[in-house]
């Protein structure tokens, strides 16, 4: 099944509210169940953080995982030895990305808050979202050098993790199996937004809701429905090593 975007949008009125603008990178395992979230419609989850009625829309490049050639729309500049990084860096200067890559690049720009909707697959965001992050995220659009971290071109934006885990809450703890959680946030919160300048807010996350009871799971959904009603009050984490590993 095709991951679901939902992105900022207008009534079908067609007024402008004049409201947040939210951006939603959704994926989900299969059809059914699989979610603590899944129960919560997404335009709900928007109306709930007063954002405009989001329309439906697909992740860039879904039928290919891997970086390639196929995400520049001209040719590449060394074509017998392809750099992904450096061919998208050029290819965004001259706006010669393909026409979806910069339609997703448009929907953050418009966006004050990014929300990361995923199960959480090895400690990680599932190799489609990964691959909405390579091409979406690429070098002279959310980031150059020295433009990067609080310099980050995404720099007075908002960006959240929503995610549910296979794991029960005791096993991420700093003596579980698996260590604390903000251990494995690092990378995500810190390496790949707050690198690009985002502003990093608390992570939703949703332990076990497949090992869950109905009541258990009604109360995840409910807790995240609670907290997107005054999300825009939130104020961002610390981004920096002691809120991940302590001092």
């Not at 509210?17 to 994926?27: A, D, K, Y």
């Not at 703890?173 to 990093?200: E, I, K, M, N």
């Amino acid at each position: 099944m095709p991951p679901r975007v939902y992105i900022r949008g207008r009534l079908e009125s067609g007024v402008d509210l004049g409201l947040e603008s939210t951006h939603i990178i959704f994926t989900k395992q299969r059809r059914g169940l699989d979610s603590a979230h899944s129960s919560l419609p997404l335009p709900l989850l928007l109306s709930l953080t007063d954002c405009w009625v989001p329309r439906r829309g697909q992740l860039p490049g879904t039928q290919r995982r891997n970086t390639s050639p196929h995400a520049m729309a001209g040719a590449v500049s060394n074509p017998e030895v392809f750099s992904y990084g450096v061919e998208a860096y050029e290819a965004c200067k001259k706006r010669c990305l393909t026409s979806d890559i910069l339609e997703e690049q448009k929907k953050v720009q418009e966006a004050d808050l990014v929300i990361f909707q995923f199960p959480l697959y090895w400690f990680s965001v599932p190799a489609i979202m990964k691959g909405w992050m390579d091409r979406v995220l690429c070098q002279g659009f959310a980031f150059d050098f020295p433009g990067i971290y609080d310099a980050g071109f995404l720099k007075g934006k908002l960006a959240l993790l929503s995610l549910t885990t296979g794991g029960t809450a005791e096993m991420y703890t700093r003596t579980g199996a698996s260590g604390d959680f903000r251990y494995f946030l690092w990378p995500l919160q810190h390496g790949a937004l707050h690198f690009c300048g985002f502003q990093v807010l608390a992570p939703q996350i949703s332990f076990a809701p497949e090992y869950a009871s109905e009541e258990e799971r009604k109360a995840m959904v409910a807790s995240w429905a609670q907290r997107l009603k005054t999300i825009w009050q939130e104020k961002p984490i610390q981004c920096t090593p002691p809120w991940y590993f302590g001092h």
